[in-house]
Structure formats: C-alpha cells, structure tokens
C-alpha cells in the first residue's frame, strides 16, 4: 500500500479539501486559471524586474521562476522544472496529466525513497547509487539548476533534501505549487515532457553526508551530547503519545530526549509552518512558531518526524537561510520503533507524568484509527 494512503485517516477530508497531490481535479480552478493565463502568455518585459535570488535560496514565487523561463534571471536561462507526487510515473499522475508548469517532466518520491516500508528500508533515503542514477536518467547533475513544485508540501520538500544531500547545487520550491503558478496567471501544458539522460553526476555522492542522520547516531547524540537536540516535527497528539498517527504504527511515543519543534495538526500536514495562502513561511514564521521551543538556533538540530517526510521543511528553511548545524535523522518514529530496547519517552518530557520506558514496553492499540 503506498506511504500516502496510509497516512492518519483522521486528516482524509481536510486532505480532500486541499486537493493536493496527483488526485486534484478542480473544474473551477481550471476555468479560473485558463481565464487568467489568456492574460499574461507574453511575459518576457513584465518579468524583467524580477528581483534575483540567491543560489542557496530554496522557496521562490512563481513570478521568479517565470522571469528565469523568459531569459531575466542570469544564470538560470535553463533550468529544470520538475513536478514532485507520489508514484512512479507521470502518465499516472492526474495532476500532472491534468496541466503541469510548461516545460515540466516527472519526479515521484519514490526516485529518492525506500517505498516498501520494510523493516531495511524503513521509508528511508534510497542508497546514494540508486538515487545518482535517477537523477542522470533526468539529465540531472551537480551543476543543474533544479525547480521543484507538488502538490504536497513535505512531499515536495523531501525530494528537495534529498537532491541537496546528493549534492545538487542549486535546488528550488516553487512556494505554493501549481496553485500559486495559476494565481499569477501563467499557462499550463498537457504534453507529457522528459529530460536527456545524462552520464556524470560530477561529484561524489552524496556531497553533503553531514545532512543525514542515522537511528544510530540520533540515538548516541541525544543521549551523550548536549547542543544536538532530536527535534519531533509531529503534532501534539503525535507528540504526547496519544496516537503514533499512523495507522501501520501499534505504538505512540517519541525517542527519548527528543524535543519538540511542532510543524503539524496531523500526520499528514506542516499546517504551523503554512501562510492562509498554502506557501511556506520564512524565517521569521518559523522563529514566532518555535520561540517556546527547548532548543536554539545555535544548537545542532537533527529533525525527524514518523517517516521523514514533514521534517524536511525546518530542514529546507534553515538551509536557505546558511545554517549548516542541521540535519534530517531520516528513520523517524517508524524506525525507532523496530528496536524493542531504544528508549522512548510517553507524554511531556517537562511534566512529572512524562513516562520513561523502552519499545518493547510500549502498549499497543495505538495506530490511527
């Protein structure tokens, strides 16, 4: 069963209600945006002044990735636009199939991702080889100017923090999706598109190991080092052991030790780390969001959440923004909870009634109903 059906059910009709993902199909929405995109074909001197971005910056508004489509952005005259979803091709993909940015191919998570959910790949990065070969089959390297946009948030980011791990360069979100792209009155196509298969990736992957963190470590660190903090991107519920929030996970908890960064409603959603618009917010957003947090910026912040996916959003802004003490300890709850002897921690860790226990030990009953 794939890793997004499986999800909390309790989030199914605010889920429904966004239309993310490959399963969008807003009749509406189409009549407005083709409405819009009659408007606004000819860009190329309205996007003139644009203003540039960095090359570590990874949310951009539709309006730069156009100026960069048109020729105004230097340096990013080709770029690769990429939508991201869940599956493993583009012919499958409705929201694709239904009009995509012009010029997009195909990514699924599952070029980046163990999809199976066993217990040696544990929804995990894929190996570094696997993940190498297919960014060349995209025509993808080192030195490729990437623009990514989907219609899930954490789905999207994830394949962003993996290319960046891999060692991409120059990796972007397009913030707020194809919906944002619609609003600004740009055009979408139907044409199903494919990159040239490139042969070298140009260095060696991944470039940035530093930015993965292993069960193993995020074990040791948060028990033996003190400025590494595990940082749970769950929601409350998620968080004080009420729910694991999964419905394929029996047990709730979180890794003992760990702290929480808040991020989400649900297992399925970063809603504290969202404008009212749907883009993600800056810096500032998500300092307001963590100012009662038990950790700093100056601290060495390996986020996690139950498998990997919400946790690479704090992750994308950080980085964005030159912090380099972070990481993703990839695993998440669903691999903490394949070691019946990893010490975990039920409810809030500042309270008396915070228990203290091990996985073997956890009651059942649990999975989100």
Known sequence: MKKRIMVVLLSTAMVASLAIGCGSNSKSDDTKSETKTEEKTDTKEETKDVESVEQRTVYVTPEWLKSAQDGNQEGYEDVVV???????N????????????????????????????????????LSADEIEKNLLSHGITKDTKVVLYGGDISGTARVAYAYIWAG?????????????????????????NEGTEAKDFGTVVPAHPEYWTSIEDAKDKVANDDNFKLVSIRSEDEWLGKTSGY????????????????????????????NDDGT???????????????????????????????????????????????????GGWYEWLMHDDYPVQVGDPASDECVHTTVGELPTGKAAK
């Open 82 to 88: 990429a939508e991201v979803a869940y599956g493993d």
């Open 168 to 192: 991409v360069e120059d990796v972007k979100i397009v913030n707020g999706g194809i919906d944002a792209w619609k609003k600004a009155g740009y055009e979408t196509e139907k044409k199903t």
């Open 280 to 330: 993600v917010k800056d810096l500032d957003g998500f300092k307001e969001v963590w100012k009662d947090c038990d950790f700093t910026l100056d601290n060495h912040l390996a986020f996690y959440c139950g498998t990997g996916w919400r946790a690479t959003v704090p992750f994308l802004v950080l980085y964005e923004n030159g912090y380099d003490n972070i990481s993703v300890y990839d």
């Open 90 to 125: 583009a012919k499958d993909c409705d929201s694709y199939q239904k009009g995509h940015i012009p010029g997009a191919i195909y990514v699924g998570d599952v070029e980046v991702e163990d999809a199976t959910g066993s217990e040696e790949g544990a929804y995990n990065l």
């Open 247 to 274: 419905n394929y996970m029996d047990k709730a908890g979180e890794p003992d030790g760990a702290v929480w960064g808040k991020g989400a409603k649900t297992a399925a959603d970063v809603a504290d780390f969202t």
